[in-house]
């Protein structure tokens, strides 16, 4: 995974303009821990939102984490059973590597526990993971085999999709699951999780959540196609091209944007 802090101005693959004069966004830079701690919190809360605007998160199945700037081996999540759509920054809690509740009135989910807990301690480049039991990417992750290069947004996920199957199917709540979960996932962005779904990693939450949607994409394009025939695979070389235009985590971030314009617009309560 390219994180946001080795990509510059100068250096943003196909979302860098090339008329002189002409930019475009790039993340805040915090002043201090606090500001950045209630950035991150702002941003898990918007990501949230945006699953469930999706319609990707379903029941009570889901977590998005991020990790607080200055406990590092404490993250923050959505609390148990709480509508995606609803979220808001005073509503995350804040747990430690051991299962704790350290902030916050409501419980957290032990799967999202056993799983990102191993994830956030065995990548300290990792600030923010996703998961839901999205509907075509659980469906693809049944199939026990890669993702195939056969779209130009497939090739932000070139040689970035790790494939799991220990705990296959069941509910992941052993952190020794989920360790070997992090173990599989290794230096990658995100994993295909057997009979589960997917998951997702970046240097940011909008990283996270946007490389989660599009691999949602991704997998559903997939099955579409070879339900309809034999698609046909990009060549090497141009999705190499490809995923280094693309495939680093701040074109990651820059995806997330209209999200975020969106939410600003028509539901910022969610900063509350």
């Avoid at 902030?103 to 998961?131: C, M, T, W, Y």
């Avoid at 970046?202 to 698609?231: I, Y």
């Amino acid at each position: 995974m390219t994180n946001i802090d080795d990509k510059t101005g100068d250096d943003m693959g196909a979302f860098e303009p090339k008329q002189e004069g002409l930019s475009v966004p790039t993340p805040e830079v915090a002043l201090d821990i606090d500001a950045e701690r209630l950035h991150r919190k702002q941003r898990l809360a918007a990501g949230l939102r945006t699953l469930g605007r999706l319609r990707l998160a379903e029941g009570v199945a889901g977590h998005v984490t991020v990790r607080d700037p200055e406990h590092l081996d404490h993250f923050w999540v959505n609390p148990f059973g709480m509508n995606f759509k609803l979220i808001k920054v005073s509503d995350l809690i804040l747990v430690n590597h051991a299962g704790e509740v350290v902030e916050g009135d409501k419980p957290v989910n032990a799967a999202a526990f056993a799983i990102h807990s191993q994830l956030h301690a065995a990548r300290p480049d990792v600030i923010a993971a996703a998961h839901t039991h999205s509907m075509y990417g659980k469906t693809f992750s049944t199939l026990g085999k890669p993702l195939k290069m056969i779209s130009q947004d497939s090739t932000m996920f070139y040689n970035d999709v790790a494939l799991c199957n220990e705990g296959s199917g069941a509910v992941v709540l052993d952190t020794a699951v989920g360790a070997a979960m992090a173990k599989a996932l290794g230096t990658k962005k995100a994993m295909l999780h057997q009979n589960h779904g997917i998951i997702t990693t970046g240097g940011s939450v909008d990283a996270a959540v946007w490389w989660f949607v599009a691999l949602e994409r991704c997998c559903q394009s997939q099955l579409v196609a070879e339900a309809a025939g034999t698609p046909v695979e990009i060549p090497d070389d141009l999705c190499v091209a490809g995923y280094e235009a693309q495939g680093h985590d701040l074109a990651g971030w820059f995806q997330f944007q209209p999200w975020w314009d969106e939410l600003m617009a028509a539901e910022p309560d969610f900063l509350n």
